[in-house]
């Protein structure tokens, strides 16, 4: 029984003096089961843990992927890492109590890593990347999203296409991330560049939205009774964009729309059809009277309409000689009919007719030149003058009223050399081009038109 209390106490001892010891050693150390991620820290200090976790992931090996195949192999030191480990060692060093070291055998406390913990130098990791055969020179750029006009679907936003080339502080970080959470490998293609501008980016967002603020704006032009609005997608078609998607119109595109209008409506040069007084709907051939759009004037008011993006419901500028502009009809209630055929003048005022009379018109080789023209001239009391081709003198004539209608000095005149009007005078005794009236009845024309009162020749 004394040998059993005599050895008992000395087993005591012993176990006394190695738990003060171990007290002694793990009070600046950690005890057993402490682990850093996978990194053992039993019986280490703080200031050498940290040195350990350095060394340990220093040491780790990323294989780098691509296209299904391994390109390169990198350790972390060699990106020449700098550890910020301070709180997260300390943190675990806290947790245990030196006085349970004990207790720590079999058990397991760690710190997560966290590829926070771990920095590297952005510079060094592209030149060991580069040295690595991860050189962007010798790769695909990522291409940028941009806005692409057809004919069939107008504007569409283009995709951004992802080139070759390596965003390396991506790759760097995802390699971090690799050797901090004890995986062997990354995929260099999750690190490629990006495009600048994305598809779904707000700069193509706002690009769109800025198109269909210019295309589907109403701009409406009132020509000759219709109401004419520019569609959308002929608008879109006169759009450019620059490289930072800044909005333009092609004026060339603009222009060439505005002709087309004027082509099909103005009145310009065009044969029209004329409902005469004794012969029915007959063809009038093109002479100075009508109207057009100011095309250039047009050009430079749709693009600044385009560009304020502000509805507009508007007539066109235009340039018109005699007659009514901007209208279907433009010869109007008021106006003077020359039937030659029929000898025969006619005044509508209102729509009222209120003189016939038989005139005189150009005679053979010297016809009056037919056509819709226009009063641009009225003078009382002149003299005509000018050159008689038949008989190779000039002449200078008085008479009482002229009123020229077109560019080939035709005008309507008294004509007090003649002895009378109508049928076939002008096959013998026909003007040179003119057209010869009685007296009165040139005074009342002349009282009753004003300068723009079309004249309607025809044959």
Known sequence: MKRFLKYSMILLGLLAVAYIGGLIFFLDRFTFGSYFGDIPLMGLTQAQAQEKIAEELGKRQINLQENGKTTAQVTLAELSPSYDLDKAVGQLFNQQDPVMWPLSFGSHQDVKVDSNMVHVDKTKAAQVLAAKGIDNSQRQAATDASIEYTEADGYQVKSDVTGTQVDTDSLAQDMLVAATQEKTSVDVSQAYAKATIQADSDTMKSAIGLIKQYSENPIVLQIAGDDVQIPAKTIESWMHFDENNQ?????????????????????????????????????????????????????????????????????????????????????????????????????????????????????????????????????????????????????SVPVNYWMRFDDKAQGIHDAPWQSQFGGEVWTHSGSLGCVNSPLDAAATIYENVEYGTPVIVFN
């Open 247 to 395: 909005v333009s119109f092609d004026r060339e595109l603009i222009k060439a729309y505005v002709q087309e209008l004027n082509e099909k409506y103005s009145t310009y040069n065009k044969t029209r059809e004329f409902k005469s007084t004794l012969r029915g709907t007959v063809e009038v051939p093109p002479g100075i009277m009508g109207w057009g759009i100011e095309v250039d004037q047009e050009v430079d008011k749709i693009e600044q309409e385009l560009l304020a993006h502000q509805p507009v419901k508007r007539e066109p500028a235009v340039n018109s000689t005699g007659g009514v502009p901007n209208a279907k009809d433009d010869i109007g209630p008021t106006y003077v009919e020359v039937d030659i055929a029929n000898q025969t003048m006619f005044l509508y005022k209102d729509h009222k007719k209120i003189l016939e009379a038989p005139v005189v018109t150009g005679q053979p080789a010297a016809e009056t030149v037919p056509g819709a023209g226009a009063i641009i001239e009225k003078l009382a009391g002149t003299r005509l003058k000018g050159y008689n081709q038949f008989y190779r003198v000039d002449y």
